[in-house]
């Protein structure tokens, strides 16, 4: 497997994200002693401080580069293996052999399945870990035009600045663009973006990441059929992480559980 954040995982951790999903996620740990599985943990930003208040969590992740940084975090924060574990897996096709109380893929992970075929992975990973009565919960952004606003847009090849942020060194700052149109078929929709990190020591520049990702869209009522479609029945959704009302904030959030 190809680790596409082999360079640009160092910058991770930089980004500004717009809102704290981390107490989200720790609510919905079912009791202090509860097992939780990170499908696309990365660098452990939110398997690290969920790690305290569940009794174990196990993250999977496809980039051994995000990886690295999250074993890091894990041992800065004291985590031995009774109580974190992390490893290096494709959530689309990924069997551990035992079940969890709580699956959460945080931060539109499920986004960069591109294909019907992954996406079908996936909710098997999912249904395989889950504990009897267990819940999955599941984030995707919501799309912010309708799919020809995001076609047109996505034909638009200029680079933005989207943020900047101190490093040791200097400055990182980070750009995005669309590195090709969007995909566009009667029931998928993918985008291309491509974020370059250029790291600046001073005025000179002092090293430069590009990482080039898919991010499937899906609109709300979609990503709801698309759920009952694999199986699950829907327990809660929400629209972002401040209580924004499902399918009016800036995300998409549900959370399911086997129906059968
Ligand atoms: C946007 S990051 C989210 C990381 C973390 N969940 C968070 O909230 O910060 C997406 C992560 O999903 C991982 N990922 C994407 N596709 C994957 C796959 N098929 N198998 C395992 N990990 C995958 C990427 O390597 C990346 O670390």
Same mark, same amino acid.
């Given at each position: 497997?190809? /680790?596409?954040?082999?360079?640009?995982?160092?910058?991770? /951790?930089?980004? %500004?994200?717009?809102?704290?999903?981390?107490?989200?996620?720790?609510?919905?740990?079912?009791?202090?002693?509860?097992?939780?599985?990170?499908?696309?943990?990365?660098?452990?930003?939110?398997?690290?401080?969920?790690?305290?208040?569940?009794?174990?969590?196990?993250?999977?992740?496809?980039?051994?580069?995000?990886?690295?940084?999250?074993?890091?975090?894990?041992?800065?924060?004291?985590?031995?293996?009774?109580?974190?574990?992390?490893?290096?897996?494709? #959530?689309?096709?990924?069997?551990?052999?035992?079940?969890?109380?709580?699956?959460?893929?945080?931060?539109?992970?499920?986004?960069?399945?591109?294909?019907?075929?992954?996406?079908?992975?996936?909710?098997?990973?999912?249904?395989?870990?889950?504990?009897?009565?267990?819940?999955?919960?599941?984030?995707?952004?919501?799309?912010?035009?309708?799919?020809?606003?995001?076609?047109?847009?996505?034909?638009?090849?200029?680079?933005?600045?989207?943020?900047?942020? %101190?490093?040791?060194?200097?400055?990182?700052?980070?750009?995005?663009?669309?590195?090709?149109?969007?995909? $566009?078929?009667?029931?998928?929709?993918?985008?291309? =973006?491509?974020?370059?990190? $250029?790291?600046?020591?001073?005025?000179? =520049?002092?090293?430069?990441?590009?990482?080039?990702?898919?991010? $499937?869209?899906?609109?709300?009522?979609?990503?709801?059929?698309?759920?009952?479609?694999?199986?699950?029945? #829907?327990?809660?959704?929400?629209?972002?992480?401040?209580?924004?009302?499902?399918?009016?904030? =800036?995300?998409?959030?549900?959370?399911?559980?086997?129906?059968?």
């Amino acid at each position: 497997m190809i /680790d596409v954040r082999a360079q640009a995982a160092r910058y991770y /951790d930089l980004q %500004p994200i717009a809102f704290d999903d981390v107490p989200f996620y720790r609510e919905h740990i079912p009791w202090p002693q509860a097992s939780v599985l990170e499908l696309g943990c990365g660098t452990g930003r939110v398997l690290v401080p969920l790690a305290e208040h569940c009794g174990y969590i196990h993250g999977l992740d496809a980039s051994e580069a995000m990886l690295a940084v999250c074993r890091a975090r894990m041992k800065k924060a004291d985590l031995g293996p009774e109580k974190a574990r992390v490893q290096l897996a494709d #959530i689309t096709d990924v069997g551990l052999g035992r079940k969890f109380d709580l699956v959460i893929a945080p931060y539109r992970v499920f986004q960069n399945l591109e294909s019907d075929e992954s996406v079908d992975g996936f909710f098997k990973t999912v249904r395989k870990h889950l504990a009897p009565g267990a819940a999955c919960i599941l984030n995707i952004f919501r799309p912010n035009r309708d799919p020809d606003g995001i076609v047109q847009r996505s034909g638009d090849p200029r680079e933005t600045p989207v943020w900047e942020a %101190p490093i040791e060194s200097g400055r990182v700052f980070a750009y995005e663009r669309f590195r090709q149109p969007a995909f $566009r078929s009667a029931d998928r929709l993918v985008i291309y =973006p491509r974020l370059t990190y $250029r790291e600046y020591c001073g005025d000179q =520049p002092a090293g430069e990441a590009v990482l080039d990702i898919a991010m $499937r869209v899906y609109y709300p009522e979609e990503f709801e059929r698309l759920i009952v479609h694999h199986g699950f029945r #829907i327990l809660g959704r929400w629209g972002g992480y401040a209580g924004e009302p499902y399918g009016q904030g =800036p995300e998409l959030v549900v959370e399911f559980a086997d129906s059968g």
